[in-house]
């Protein structure tokens, strides 16, 4: 009769621990949710520089590692040096699960100051246009505060979904 007490209680005993375990999770649970909410897409960005990166704009996918976030924009270093702008990103994949909330120096700088500097230094880029807006290469005859000048084109800036060159401005 003793050892059914026993094992009756030690049940009791293991029941009440789970409970207590499982309410344990849920109030952890409920702290992470707030801690996330609190959290923004650029915090995550800046986490993962440094890190490896897959970015998707429009139906196409660009990986390399991060090495820059500007002022709406998203620089990849991988065969090309990659301008994302944030606004066109879909989806983006790194296995960091950092978020850095301090802005970097030069993170006001953006596509324009990445148009600029690559400019300067003569270097041939594509620009692949939002939508269905397909791409141009070549060197830039000028670049304005929210605007191109490419190929005999004006591109406005907000037009632009990504460009390519084969530096990184930023380095």
């Known amino acids: 009769m003793d050892d059914r007490i026993e094992a009756l209680l030690s049940d009791v005993e293991a029941m009440h621990a789970s409970r207590e375990a499982h309410a344990r999770r849920g109030e952890l649970s409920d702290e992470v949710a707030v801690h996330a909410a609190q959290r923004t897409l650029l915090e995550r960005m800046r986490g993962a520089i440094g890190q490896p990166v897959q970015v998707v704009v429009a139906a196409r996918e660009i990986s390399g590692t991060a090495v820059f976030l500007g002022d709406g924009i998203f620089v990849i270093a991988g065969i090309e040096a990659t301008i994302v702008t944030i606004g066109w990103i879909r989806e983006i994949r790194t296995r960091s699960r950092r978020h850095r909330y301090e ?23 594509s620009l692949e246009l939002a939508g269905e807006g397909g791409a141009i290469r070549g060197r830039s005859d000028m670049v304005a505060s929210d605007y191109i000048e490419i190929s005999g084109r004006i591109i406005p800036h907000r037009s632009i979904a990504l460009v390519q060159a084969r530096v990184n401005p930023f380095a």
Request: net charge negative; no cysteine; aromatic share 0%.
């Open 103 to 125: 802005t970097g120096p030069l993170e006001r700088l953006g596509m324009a100051s990445a148009l600029r500097r690559l400019a300067s230094d003569h270097e041939e880029i």
